[in-house]
């Protein structure tokens, strides 16, 4: 099982290229759902990981999968522009996710 990244921001997803996970860059409703879609589909994609921003944009697909599906895990993770979190958060959570310092 891999890990897959839906972001709406290139340096999030090239952070976590870093690291060894792949991803894309969406920025509309529809791209978001599309891609969701896709990575459920996906027998490989174990974690899907979402920048915060853009769980508003389809939260009815989300939380179908979180509920009532075994795969793929999602995880709402910020991005380096989020608010009211230290500037090192996104560093301190890859670290504790998958142990690579980055």
């Given at each position: 099982?891999?890990?897959f990244v839906i972001s709406?921001?290139?340096?999030t997803v090239t952070g976590m290229r870093l690291a060894g996970i792949d991803g894309v860059v969406v920025h509309s409703p529809n791209a978001v759902r599309s891609r969701i879609e896709q990575a459920a589909q996906d027998e490989s994609i174990g974690?899907?990981?979402i920048t915060e921003r853009l769980v508003p944009m389809?939260?009815?697909l989300i939380y179908d999968i979180k509920l009532n599906r075994r795969r793929p895990l999602i995880v709402e993770i910020p991005d380096r522009h989020s608010a009211g979190r230290s500037k090192d958060s996104i560093?301190?959570?890859v670290r504790d996710a998958i142990g690579v310092k980055v």
């Open positions: 099982m891999k890990f709406d921001n290139i340096d974690i899907l990981l389809c939260p009815e560093k301190k959570y």
